[in-house]
């Protein structure tokens, strides 16, 4: 174990090597997590047959040459992936998924009829990812400035006025 690993650290250690338990460890970034984790798998009793979950995929890559032989550094999207292939079920990826899904809420109810709709609502879905995905806030002007910007609003098609909303307009409100 490195010299220069805090108390905290070492503890983390000592408990992957010692306890068959789940680990819950929390920290604030940059304050050494993927180092102690990397230390802690080569202190498994059996590391070729643990998966080492990152991030992304350059984190992937960072890491994996640092790990025991043969454990595999992955994305839990990569992981997912994997085992529809190994199951042979389809990993078709849908580019309209939450549209889809916000129509099966009727959040699009009534008001995307035209054929110029379709591009306003993959650019509403898209907002609805990103605001999930950046947390970003409703009533902070630079998040919603942010958040068209990289929905792609305005579309680069030209849309048509919209018409009047409906009488039964309503919002759909994520958790």
Known sequence: ??????????????MVRDTAEHLLIRATA?????????????????PSSALYFVYNKHAAQGVEQRLPPGMQARTLH?????????????????????ADLLDGLGCFEGIL???????????????????????L??????????LLTLAGWPPPLPLAPLSPRPPDWRFCVGP
């Open 1 to 14: 174990m490195p010299l220069q690993f805090t108390a905290q650290q070492r503890r983390v250690v000592q």
């Open 30 to 46: 940059g304050s050494g997590k993927t180092t102690t984790l990397t230390e802690a798998a080569w202190h498994l009793p059996t």
């Open 78 to 98: 990569a992981y997912g992936l994997g085992l529809l292939a190994r199951t042979g079920r389809s990993s078709e990826l849908k580019d309209d998924k939450t």
């Open 113 to 135: 009829a035209r054929p110029i709709d379709r591009a306003l609502r993959l650019m509403l879905a898209r907002a609805w990812d990103l605001y999930r995905e950046m947390q």
């Open 137 to 146: 806030c409703a009533s902070n002007s630079d998040d919603l400035a942010l």
